[in-house]
């Protein structure tokens, strides 16, 4: 099946760090991938879908300027969360979709968690 | 609006029971799934639903979708404690460029 790979699994770090989440599709190619954000005992909500070779959308409420996403490839989405402050602390989860189906569902990465100190 | 409803949010049952879990979404789509996630851990693909009246069934779980009721069921049968978890559904809305919203999820713990 699809594989999605996130890196890293795990970020520590200290406040006012950026941060960079990788997410590869492996086996497919995927023009859109988006990224979520989920916290505690909270569903997925949804920050900005990424489109290869064009710039992102972002979901009403996320800061573009805070959340960098770069979709350079058709394998490959990278998320900076730019001089993260511990209210960033959250699972970070990527997606991506099959370029050639619609009926396919979105195969998720195995998430980021994100702790800020 | 665009929403995506699950009920109930917590459900706790003992093992070998069956129990539905509703996901109701407020417009038109033919595109549903169902997802699960362990704690700490992402999202599995459990079933993708296309068309009214699509029946899709893995296991103990079976999931329906009925686009004229805007309304998705995940039965469980005979619930085992490895089926406690978090179970989403999520709608793919019409034109919104494959982007797809979540319920909040129904976290499901089987009693031994």
């Known amino acids: 099946g699809a594989v999605v790979s996130q890196h890293p699994s795990r970020v520590i770090c200290k406040s006012g760090t950026s941060v960079k989440i990788e997410c590869r599709s492996l086996d497919f190619q995927a023009t859109t991938m988006f990224w979520y954000r989920q916290f505690p005992k909270q569903s997925l909500m949804l920050m900005a879908t990424?489109?290869?070779?064009?710039?992102?959308?972002?979901e009403q409420g996320v800061e573009k300027d805070k959340f960098l996403i770069n979709h350079a490839s058709l394998t490959l989405s990278t998320l900076t969360v730019t001089s993260a402050h511990p209210e960033d602390s959250s699972f970070y989860i990527c997606s991506a979709k099959w370029a050639g189906s619609r009926n396919q569902p979105q195969h998720f990465g195995d998430g980021t968690r994100l702790s800020i100190l | 609006e665009l929403k995506v409803e699950q009920n109930p949010l917590f459900l706790s049952m003992q093992e070998g029971k069956n129990y539905t879990i509703y996901c109701n979404y407020s417009?038109?789509?033919?595109?549903l799934y169902w997802y699960r996630q362990d704690p700490g851990k992402s999202l599995e693909s459990l079933f993708v639903l296309l068309s009214n009246g699509a029946v899709k069934q893995e296991g103990r779980l079976m999931a329906s979708l009925d686009t004229k009721a805007r309304l998705s069921t995940l039965h469980i049968t005979a619930a085992v404690h490895d089926l406690s978890a978090t179970y989403f559904c999520?709608?793919?809305?019409?034109?919104?460029?494959?982007?797809?919203?979540f319920g909040k999820g129904t976290r499901l713990h089987i009693l031994p």
């Open positions: 417009t038109t789509s033919d595109r």
């Open positions: 990424s489109n290869e070779g064009s710039k992102a959308t972002y």
């Open positions: 999520a709608v793919d809305f019409m034109n919104r460029d494959d982007k797809i919203i």
